[in-house]
């Protein structure tokens, strides 16, 4: 009897904390709507929206390679397995045409979406929620006059049981702050702006900061460099390994063109941000560079003056395979005298890539290569992936980092090679 007893009191137990985790992780729906009518929306808040979903990207996650824009689909691979983006066009059915701006405004303040499931991180609602009611509006607006794109979202591929969405709510419970982005009375109102963008709506820590093994991001490194899509996001504070100092003129020129003659092109995802940033206001992208500025402004000074290292001697005698494939690939853009070089390319040896204290970037490029981020103006570098091994692409990465700087050689660059290859290869 007591064995029967003890056996039904756990079991009891066992229903009231089901009973309670559901009470704590359930949502309620939120009734649908007829689509709002385009014209309901003043002109100029949706104009705003626009230049507001430029600054917070929703194009560029929301948009898969050749599709429709901001029709989702388009692949985020994760550790936890293959994210894919939903469909923010107002279509009834596959977007979010039938959400009030209640619902929407739920999903990106607290990662709700309007049936009452919780949304992945992915979206980056715990940067969303210092977004102005005002902004949020606007998006709202713009998002509700796109034309509708019937494009239902593939299936998410995560490994078991995180495809069980209230396991959610605890991540919220532990990572999720409300709250404005703190306004700093010793600095400019530029410099004030640009934190609210940066924190906010630009959500750049969602790259540039390292995220623990839950996927959040480690509040007490911020800045402090993370992964992209496979390419390193270097560190955006005292520890950014540029040769020589970020200025707010220097980032405000990188973050508009994709490119700094004294610093690097923007590669990989920093890409479609760069062609985000360029259509928008002159004074958005000025505050954004302001705020960065003074965030790596404590870095050594000279490093502004820093000139560029050339070994050749050196990186010959370290890695005389990777200074044949230097010769025959490479220098006719990146040696002593190229053509190219007097374009605004920068020279290697101030390329935060190649001064990184991680290949993984360096190593990208060398692969996937570069792309001009506006208007097919700017540096452009061919993908080397299917013409060199895991082998060539070490020795000449190997190559250009003993001749071209003075940091210490990677390791294990053949393995970090093969890695990013496979990687490379993911959605």
């Known amino acids: 009897m007591n064995r029967k007893r003890l056996a039904g009191t756990a079991m009891l137990a066992a229903m009231a904390a089901g009973v309670l985790a559901l009470g704590l992780t359930w949502r309620p729906t939120i009734s649908a709507i007829d689509r709002p009518q385009a014209g309901s929306f003043p002109a100029a808040q949706v104009n ?89 509006q606007a998006i709202y607006a713009y998002l509700m006059t796109r034309r509708p794109v019937h494009a239902p979202k593939p299936d998410n591929k995560l490994i078991f049981p995180l495809g069980f969405r209230p396991l959610l709510a605890g991540w919220k419970f532990l990572y999720l ?23 906010g709506l630009g959500h750049c820590g969602g790259c540039h ?61 920093m890409g479609p941000v760069v062609e985000s940033l360029s259509s928008v206001p002159e004074e958005e992208v000025r505050a954004l560079s302001v705020y960065f500025a003074a965030k790596m402004g404590k870095a050594a000074p000279a490093k502004a003056e820093a000139e560029p290292v050339d070994r050749p001697a050196e990186a010959v005698a370290a890695f005389p395979e990777g200074a044949r494939i230097f010769a025959g690939a490479c220098a006719g853009c990146h040696g002593p005298g190229a053509p190219m070089m007097s374009q605004g390319r920068p020279a290697l040896g101030l390329s935060t890539d190649l001064t990184d204290s991680e ?20 540096p452009k570098m061919p993908a080397f992936a299917p013409s ?34 496979k990687e490379g290869g993911q959605p």
Request: include cysteine; charge should be neutral.
């Open 48 to 136: 705003q929206g626009a230049i507001l979903a430029k600054l917070g990207d929703c194009a560029v996650c929301h948009t898969a390679t050749g599709g429709r824009a901001l029709a989702g689909g388009r692949p985020l691979a994760t550790p936890f397995g293959t994210l894919f983006a939903s469909n923010i066009t107002p279509d009834a059915e596959t977007g979010i045409g039938n959400w009030s701006y209640e619902a929407f405004r739920r999903a990106m303040r607290d990662g709700v979406s309007r049936t009452g499931s919780h949304l992945y991180p992915a979206l980056p609602y715990d940067h969303y929620t210092h977004v102005t009611e005002g902004d949020l």
């Open 177 to 199: 702050r409300h709250g404005d982005v703190p306004y700093d009375s010793g600095q400019s109102a530029r410099y004030n702006r640009g934190a609210y963008l940066a924190e």
């Open 209 to 269: 900061t390292p995220r623990n093994l839950m996927g959040a991001e480690v509040a007490s490194k911020a800045y402090a460099g993370g992964i992209a899509e496979g390419w390193r996001a270097p560190p955006l504070n005292a520890e950014n390994p540029a040769a020589r100092k970020w200025t707010a003129d220097s980032l405000y020129t990188f973050l508009r063109t994709g490119v700094s003659p004294d610093h690097s092109a923007a590669g990989g995802p």
């Open 359 to 378: 290949p993984t970037s360096a190593i990208q490029a060398v692969l996937q290569g570069i792309e001009p981020p506006v208007e097919g103006r700017g």
């Open 388 to 421: 060199l091994t895991d082998g060539q692409v070490a020795a000449v990465l190997g190559y250009v980092r003993t001749r071209y700087t003075h940091k210490p050689a990677w390791n294990h660059l053949e393995h970090d090679v093969r890695q990013a290859r």
